[in-house]
T-cell receptor, first 117, second 112 residues
Framework: SAVISQKPSRDICQRGTSLTIQCQVDSQVTMMFWYRQQPGQSLTLIATANQGSEATYESGFVIDKFPISRPNLTFSTLTVSNMSPEDSSIYLC??????????????FGPGTRLTVL | QKEVEQNSGPLSVPEGAIASLNCTYSDRGSQSFFWYRQYSGKSPELIMFIYSNGDKEDGRFTAQLNKASQYVSLLIRDSQPSDSATYLCAVNGGDSWGKLQFGAGTQVVVTP
């Protein structure tokens, strides 16, 4: 399966600031996704990162708060803007490798643990 | 609101026994089903997927799917302490094609 890396692995940020999280894959993939996992909770899909077009956001998530870039088929960024303590979560990117797209299997990066003070 | 339901646990299992995890889903159009294992502080790892009714075996893991009952399960045979983790059920298809909807996860604790 694809090797996925995320930067930073963790960060502690002040209220009102923004953090950009990077996701890098070692092979080209069509589908990339961003999830959030709040403490003690399951995963919630934030958006699908589309290469060459605007991301597709899920209900409850908006572009102004979570802008996403997808400049090519191996890289994406998620920005958490104007942060509040409620944004403290693990943020995960996932990909569907080309050879597994027909099965919709997703593989996750190691995650970014964000704490907002 | 489409839902994926799991018992949160913890499910305590003696070492060497069979752990049985259950998952129900509400979207009858769902087409593919996944089990992820998540160790504390780590990201989810895909361990099993199933698309057709019946059983699918991979090593010590068996996934069972019953679309008529909207039910998918995971059996872990010969449970080991290293199996202690949270197991997440995920469903794809129906109204949410291309996206995974996750259950809350079942915590499994294997006791020596």
């Amino acid at each position: 399966s694809a090797v996925i890396s995320q930067k930073p692995s963790r960060d502690i940020c002040q209220r009102g600031t923004s953090l950009t999280i990077q996701c890098q894959v070692d092979s080209q993939v069509t589908m990339m996704f961003w999830y959030r996992q709040q403490p003690g909770q399951s995963l919630t899909l934030i958006a699908t990162a589309n290469q060459g077009s605007e991301a597709t956001y899920e209900s409850g998530f908006v572009i102004d708060k979570f802008p996403i870039s997808r400049p090519n088929l191996t890289f994406s960024t998620l920005t958490v803007s104007n942060m509040s303590p409620e944004d403290s979560s693990i943020y995960l990117c996932s990909v569907e490798p080309h050879e597994r797209e027909s099965y919709n299997e997703q593989f996750f990066g190691p995650g970014t643990r964000l704490t907002v003070l | 609101q489409k839902e994926v339901e799991q018992n949160s646990g913890p499910l305590s299992v003696p070492e060497g026994a069979i752990a049985s995890l259950n998952c129900t889903y509400s979207d009858r159009g769902s087409q593919s089903f996944f089990w992820y294992r998540q160790y504390s502080g780590k990201s989810p790892e895909l361990i099993m997927f199933i698309y057709s009714n019946g059983d699918k075996e991979d090593g010590r893991f068996t996934a069972q799917l019953n679309k008529a009952s909207q039910y998918v399960s995971l059996l872990i045979r010969d449970s080991q302490p290293s199996d202690s983790a949270t197991y997440l059920c995920a469903v794809n298809g129906g109204d949410s094609w291309g996206k995974l909807q996750f259950g809350a996860g079942t915590q499994v604790v294997v006791t020596p």
